[in-house]
């Protein structure tokens, strides 16, 4: 075989791993916009004691599906950061090591932007309520309130940017780059 055939060969390969990184940051992805739902379902279900989510959506209560889909969206807008964070290093031409160790660095970035996310709700929604004394929110929105659904909807997917992005800021923090040099690796 001549050297053009290695260099297709090569190229062949390195397309080939670069293909298997996007799927496997594909996979990555989706399992954690899943279980981003998932955690925002639940989030939901604890802030509205007392209303069926599912039971309203089905009398086709608006209020309660913006609400759901506000901190659906408020929560995974925190994750990708999380999500980028770990797949951004998912990539044929970095060593193992800093693979290995991007991946960790990623997860620990993840499961602060989950704990973020979820705090950020919860907080957004208690100084809301604090702010808005004479308005039971989660009363009106059980009522099917389509205004107070839509402000409190805006409320936290406003607070979920700027969480967002303090979250961007921490991944910086935690270099797996910066780590795998500082081992060795």
């Known amino acids: 075989m001549g050297l053009g055939g290695i260099e297709r060969m090569t190229d ?3 397309q080939l791993v670069v293909a298997l990184a996007a799927v496997l940051q594909f996979i990555i992805g989706l399992a954690l916009a899943m279980g981003s739902v998932y955690i925002g379902l639940k989030m939901f279900d604890k802030l509205t004691k007392g209303v069926n989510e599912w039971d309203e ?3 086709g209560n608006i ?5 759901l889909a506000a901190i659906i969206i408020a929560i995974a807008t925190v994750v ?19 693979i290995g160790i991007g991946v960790l660095v990623g997860m620990v ?8 996310a979820i705090v950020a709700i919860y907080i957004a ?3 809301f309520d604090k702010i808005t004394k004479d308005i039971d929110e989660m009363k009106e929105i059980a009522a099917g309130n389509v205004s107070v659904a839509v402000i409190m909807a805006g409320v936290l997917i406003a607070v979920s940017f700027v969480i967002s992005a303090a979250v961007a800021g921490f991944s ?4 797996a780059n910066d780590i795998a040099a500082g081992l060795g690796l």
Do not use: E, F, H, W
């Open 172 to 175: 910086n923090v935690l270099n």
């Open 63 to 67: 209020a309660v599906g913006i609400m």
């Open 57 to 59: 959506i089905k009398k």
């Open 12 to 14: 062949l390969a390195t």
């Open 109 to 116: 970035n993840l499961l602060i932007a989950i704990a973020a």
């Open 80 to 98: 990708q950061s999380g999500v980028l964070s770990i797949t951004k290093y998912i990539d044929p031409t970095k060593s193992l090591g800093v």
């Open 125 to 127: 929604v208690r100084v």
